[in-house]
């Protein structure tokens, strides 16, 4: 508000000012260069001046210099004609002034008058029947969640609540509520630098709406009496001092969060911390504010997705020719090796399909499933399994035993109803997707490099399943074969978020579809993948060679993200992308395993131990009835075997004490 007018042709009025005045200047002082210009305007902007209003008489119109130095201070400017002369401009605030002087001090009274009646003890409804009488303005009072406290008019619809919160809620904050609120943001500050005056809880509220939801997060808190809300950044912060029930808190803000959900149109994530002690409520608020960072709204970050995947699947799609060369560094004992991690990796995800998720959404929340491993489900799935086996038995219907299993699985499951179909009947016959749903795609370096690393793992991912389909149906696959495989992925990958999907990969759990009927499909029976990965490695010579240990190490590591899903957690992150999935990791490891042992350095050390060199041991039937009898075994006791390369042991059928 104008305080004052200062009418001057001071070239650096800053010594005459008080601070809020409306500086008019007919720049007579001024000899037109920019430098008078900047200087004027700074002395002006450091004293306090609310704006500068500049005649035209002197240099016809404002210099664009003038211009200029106002808008780097920040300070109005506006040109005051030939015609009106300053003292107008001057009586014109007066009276402005004058008038709202007026209107303060009528406020002022029916303040006093109202709050005369409130410490009269006069009932809300009563209080507000005199603003209505004063004002002659209907007149209800609501929380910041809609809820209705007290009315004298006709109650509020629904939809013209919404109408309220939502002016309530895009309205800046006044200064009266900022003055209010100072306190509370400066106990936020404390909570920031690690200290605290009681024992308590911390609730966190992120919203693209911010400080709009600090009322409501205060009505909601209202029977914590000495809760503190705040603002930190875009985040409502709020401290609840003492032992307070939490989940009452919280169920209730929650209650008022939906009420104005329909007007807020943004998201909002609630993150809230244990009951904690005076010394730690700095590491409770980092845990509420983790908390609600973790439901950070998908939207926006998936924009940088979509990004990051078109841009890797185009780097990876112009590597695939090279990276295809390494097929050749793809033995029979790595193939072997990945095969069998690939088949006994995805045994969960075959027991899963039975017994269903452990937990199920309810709401928001998730909660145990109370069907998780319910003996119908698992007979429905014996029963198909049985129904696949015998199908395959039948040489007309083997090829189509998944499949016919299937649909004679799905028919049980419609007879016992254990199948939903509602569902099916809302989509339409014929669905296309909207492109960029979410937006058009956001370049950011950081997750583009990223996906560069998920890319290049997917893509040592399917070189693995391409190599297994190859091995399961006896087809040669070279180079250009994984080349064409990996290009298709990639191409994929980068039109996929085009229509909002994410990167493409070879299913894996199709390989032992191709190992039981020779069609992808997909269901049961991954057991058939680590089969043909065994069959595989019985073609793995293992004699003189460190083979074994290739294998031992591969599918051990292969098999670590199965027993133990959290092994790696506490590694870097790109470290965890490539070892969580035990298919990347076997691969990886087998891989570099097979260059150490069979390719930079062959051959075995001079004095090998037993485990990485001695040959595979067979034990013969005829060894053990002549030590079951109490016979000895020494080289005289052995002779060629025609039937294969090596001995056999002579029994002569006779006990020792016969001989």
Not at 196 to 210: E, I, K, N, P
Request: hydrophobic share 50%; aromatic share 6%.
């Amino acid at each position: 508000m104008v305080e004052r007018v200062f009418g001057t042709d001071q070239p650096l009025p800053r010594r005459y000012m008080r601070g809020g005045e409306l500086i008019l200047t007919g720049l007579i002082f001024h000899t037109g260069t920019p430098a008078e210009s900047e200087a004027f305007v700074a002395s002006a902007a450091e004293g306090g001046a609310l704006a500068i209003g500049a005649g035209v008489d002197h240099f016809g119109e404002i210099p664009e210099h003038l211009r200029a130095a106002c808008r780097r201070w920040r300070v109005p400017l506006f040109s005051v004609p030939a015609d009106v002369s300053f003292a107008d401009i001057t009586q014109e605030v007066i009276d402005r002034a004058i008038a709202e002087l007026g209107r303060l001090r009528r406020g002022l009274a029916r303040s006093r008058e109202l709050l005369t009646a409130v410490a009269a003890g006069r009932a809300l409804d009563d209080v507000l029947a005199r603003v209505v009488a004063v004002t002659g303005v209907r007149c209800w009072v609501l929380t910041a969640g809609g809820k209705r406290v007290a009315a004298v008019s006709p109650a509020l619809s629904e939809a013209r609540i919404d109408e309220i919160l939502a002016a309530l809620i895009r309205a800046r904050d006044s200064d009266t509520a900022s003055a209010r609120d100072a306190a509370d943001d400066a106990a936020v500050g404390a909570l920031l630098a690690g200290t605290s005056v009681s024992d308590g809880a911390v609730l966190v509220v992120r919203s693209q709406a911010g400080g709009a939801l600090r009322p409501v997060v205060r009505d909601a808190l209202v029977s914590a009496t000495d809760a503190v809300v705040g603002l930190d950044e875009d985040r409502v912060v709020a401290l609840i001092p003492g032992r307070p029930r939490v989940d009452e808190l919280v169920a209730e803000l929650r209650r008022q969060l939906l009420r104005i959900a329909p007007v807020l149109n943004t998201w909002v994530r609630v993150g809230v911390s244990d009951v904690v002690v005076a010394d730690a409520i700095g590491g409770a608020y980092r845990s509420a504010r983790f908390a609600a960072e973790l439901g950070e709204p998908p939207v926006e970050g998936l924009r940088h997705v979509y990004g990051a995947v078109i841009v890797a699947a185009v780097l990876c799609l112009l590597i695939t020719p090279f990276f295809a060369k390494v097929v050749r560094f793809f033995p029979e004992v790595v193939t072997g090796s990945i095969i069998t991690v690939i088949g006994l990796s995805l045994m969960p995800v075959a027991a899963g399909w039975i017994t269903g998720p452990a937990t199920v959404k309810a709401g928001k929340a998730t909660v145990p499933n109370p069907d998780y491993g319910a003996l119908d489900g698992i007979a429905l799935g014996l029963f198909t399994f049985l129904v696949v086996i015998v199908l395959s038995k039948i040489e007309v219907l083997s090829r189509l035993a998944v499949l016919l299993g299937l649909v004679i699985g799905t028919v049980a499951g419609l007879v016992t109803g254990q199948v939903d179909l509602s569902g099916v009947g809302d989509a339409g016959l014929v669905a296309l997707p909207q492109p960029f749903a979410f937006g058009m795609p956001l370049f950011e370096i950081g997750a583009i490099l990223s996906m560069v690393i998920v890319m290049l793992v997917i893509m040592v991912e399917t070189t693995a399943d391409l190599l297994a389909v190859g091995e399961v149906v006896g087809a040669e696959v070279d180079s250009r074969r994984v080349a064409d495989g990996l290009r298709a992925d990639m191409l994929s990958s980068a039109v996929a978020p085009v229509f909002n999907s994410f990167p493409a990969t070879a299913f894996a759990q199709n390989v032992g579809l191709v190992a039981l009927t020779g069609i992808g499909a997909g269901i049961v029976l991954f057991g058939t993948v680590a089969a043909s990965g065994v069959r595989t490695l019985s073609k793995v010579n293992y004699t003189g060679t460190n083979n074994l240990v290739l294998v031992a190490a591969s599918v051990g590591f292969g098999l670590i993200p199965v027993v133990a899903p959290n092994f790696w957690h506490e590694f870097p992150d790109w470290f965890v992308t490539i070892f969580h999935s035990g298919i990347c990791a076997s691969a990886v490891v087998a891989v570099l395993l097979n260059l150490f042992f069979n390719v930079f350095l062959p051959g075995i050390p001079d004095d090998p131990n037993d485990f990485a060199a001695a040959p595979p041991l067979r034990v013969q039937e005829t060894e053990i009835d002549i030590l079951e009898r109490g016979g000895t075994l020494d080289p005289a006791s052995y002779e060629p075997d025609s039937r294969v390369e090596g001995t056999r042991a002579r029994d002569t059928g006779a006990r020792p004490d016969e001989e």
